[in-house]
């Protein structure tokens, strides 16, 4: 078996390893493709890709797209993109700006919650233009609010959470639809993070965006149990959509969670990757 990662970051999002640190973890975990899927933005793949080359690592295009739902937000998988695509490039661009307008608003409210932060803290935790919840929780940290990210988390910036603000500025249908004028293919994320209500409200959510051209559905992620995979993997199968996985790795944000296996329950095998780039209209870079 020729095994891969399909989601794993870098720090020019929120993970910790900078793009060759990441690579090079891969060629050492012995993984034949590694896909870069930083939120939002794909400044890491020049230099991982040139580092892939070096070391004989597959890097596939990737990026983790922020979409709008209500009370939180969607994560898309985008893979096999022309990542220079000018429209594929302006939506991103404006959920970065939405995340602009997103983080003061969240440093406010936990000025307001007596766990006040600055901006320029928050901006000094991030080594990308990428800033999100993590570096907010980094600088709670950092200021001695908080003894860690997971408790900055569950008592701040969790999902609904008292300082949680949702400002995401584009639908699925359209992140879907973008990616695959850029000539990739779009996967749901760990949908268990959506809280849908099981079966019924995955069903539909499943087939809404499988209706708009989504892909394929993440069932292998560490924050899924076994039910949960089983349910996602007989939707995708019904749904006609590949059954995909990835570890997720962030690095040092997430210290149980390892490239390639992530909690030790994952495993991707290359042939996955042969399925989505089946449904790829170009050639994946
Ligand atoms: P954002 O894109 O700014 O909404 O931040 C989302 C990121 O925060 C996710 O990709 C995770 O890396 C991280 N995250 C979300 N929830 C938690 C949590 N409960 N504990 C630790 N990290 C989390
Ligand atoms: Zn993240
Ligand atoms: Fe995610
Ligand atoms: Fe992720």
Known sequence: MDRIDLHAHTNRSDGSLEPAALVALAKETGLRALAVTDHDTTSALAIAREVGRSLGVEILTG??????FPGRSMHVLAYGFEDREPALCAMLAEIVAGRETRNPRIVERLCELGAPVTMAEVRAEAKGDVIGRPHIAAALVRRGHV?????????????????????DRVDPEE???????????TVLAHPKQLRVDAPAGYEALFGRLAAAGLSGIEVDHPSHRTDDRALFGRLADAMGLVRTGGSDFHGAS???????????????????????????AASPA
């Open 175 to 185: 992140v879907i639809s973008t990616v695959r004028d850029a000539g990739g293919v």
């Open 254 to 280: 997430k210290p149980d969670v390892r490239l390639g296996s992530g909690d030790g329950s994952i495993s991707v095998d290359y042939a996955v990757w042969e399925a989505l780039r089946a449904r790829c």
């Open 147 to 167: 003894a860690d990210t997971k408790t900055a988390f569950s008592l701040f910036l969790r999902d609904g959470g008292p300082a949680y603000v949702a400002a």
């Open 63 to 68: 990026a983790e797209i922020t979409a709008r």
